[in-house]
């Protein structure tokens, strides 16, 4: 079973079938953005095809090949002929970090070092699936309360707006005392319909505002963050989501053989969440200094006793990779909990509170038609 690279002993003109895309005049697409699921995919075919003893060349070439074209086809066709030209895999996809990232470059290069880069291509293929796996869920349960939320705000704003005007038609016609309720529905849609710019045009510009601080801004996009922490509930998702996605990177990296304060920088660099990226740095400082890790993730506020508990013993009996694995197996665990108990409270308080919504309307529009149909009998 091939265990290292193989590399191409042939000229780079030669090193591809002739009837490759490049030699066939097929026009490449120029590099965008390339979805992670493709990558993922890719990893577990090369692994496979690695596992079985089929040279990188070639398998990179028979997945080049099977691949539709657009950007990662692209990819593809250029780190095949970087790797038959005798650049190393890693080297070649360090040239694109659009589709893999520092974490996957370096935990190849820890493969070739280490003459196992089938068993490392595995274990980037079950780490991509499992973080794809939580990263859905954490955005599934983000994104379902926003969406029944912009549903409601929907509904209610058209009433507001297109309905409530005709019944004010109605209701000055008969001249009748409106109730406090309707005074103030009635009032709330003057307002809305008359400054509608401001209304609806004001988050706007606010999510446009949102989204340039928090990518331009540092400072802004860790005042968020933390203040993402501590929302009740989805604070403890993103929480556990944090930990889990340290613990299996950081267990990863150490699995493959990539030394700790390496793999404490590429953690860093690889999560998009400042205040892990600030305790991260943290930990890094006191490995640079000679302590070990424990203590200072302790020190962080970012881990609990269990987790910090855990790393201790693991530095204690050169464990560490295996710890951090079953840390983020059990959080990982937690994590599908957590999300499936926010779903059981997040539905019933917006069916309360839209409940609320739709009665005070009924009951405004209710009373003064009640007053009216006294009046005609």
Not at 44 to 60: H, N, Y
Not at 136 to 142: E, F
Not at 306 to 335: C, F, H, I, P, S
Request: aromatic share 8%; no cysteine.
């Amino acid at each position: 079973m091939a265990k290292r690279i193989q590399r191409s002993t042939r000229p780079k003109s030669e090193a591809r079938p002739a009837a490759g895309p490049a030699q066939s005049g097929e026009k490449r697409t120029r590099p965008g953005r390339v979805k992670g699921r493709l990558v993922t995919d890719f990893t577990v075919q090369l692994a496979t095809l690695s596992e079985a003893g089929i040279p990188i060349v070639k398998a990179l070439t028979i997945l080049e090949g099977q691949t539709r074209p657009g950007p990662f086809k692209y990819v593809l066709q250029e780190l095949t002929e970087d790797v038959a030209g005798g650049t190393p895999l890693s080297e070649a996809l360090a040239k694109h970090e659009k589709a893999f990232d520092t974490l996957y470059s370096s935990m190849v290069r820890a493969g070739e070092a280490g003459g196992v880069l089938d068993r490392i291509l595995q274990r980037l293929a079950t780490f991509r699936e499992k973080a794809a796996e939580i990263r859905g869920r954490v955005v599934g349960a983000m994104i379902y309360p926003l969406i029944i939320g912009l549903v409601a705000t929907t509904v209610v704003s058209f009433v507001i707006v297109w309905v409530i005007p005709k019944f004010r038609e109605i209701f000055d016609s008969f001249g009748i005392e409106l109730p406090a309720p309707t005074q103030i529905l009635l009032d709330i849609s003057a307002f809305v319909t008359t400054y509608w710019y401001l209304v609806f045009g004001l988050p706007v510009v606010l999510a446009i505002l949102h989204v340039a601080f928090m990518r331009r801004s540092q400072p802004y996009r860790h005042r968020i963050h933390k203040i993402v922490l501590r929302i009740p509930i989805m604070g403890r998702v993103v929480s556990k989501s944090i930990i889990s996605s340290f613990a299996r990177t950081f267990g990863t990296l150490i699995q493959a053989g990539v030394p700790h304060l390496d793999a404490l920088g590429i953690v860093r660099d690889a999560t998009g969440n400042e205040v892990l990226i600030e305790g991260v740095e943290m930990i890094r400082r006191s490995v640079r200094e000679g302590e070990g890790i424990a203590r200072p993730m302790g020190d962080s506020g970012l881990f609990d006793d269990m987790v910090v508990n855990m790393v201790d013993v693991g530095e204690e009996t050169g464990e560490l990779d295996r710890m951090l694995l079953r840390v983020a197996d059990a959080y990982e665990t937690q994590l599908d909990r957590q999300i499936d108990a926010m779903f059981k409270i997040i539905e019933p308080v917006m069916i309360v509170v839209m409940a609320v919504f739709v009665g005070f309307i009924v009951v405004a529009l209710f009373l003064p038609l009640m007053k009216i149909m006294n009046t005609l009998q």
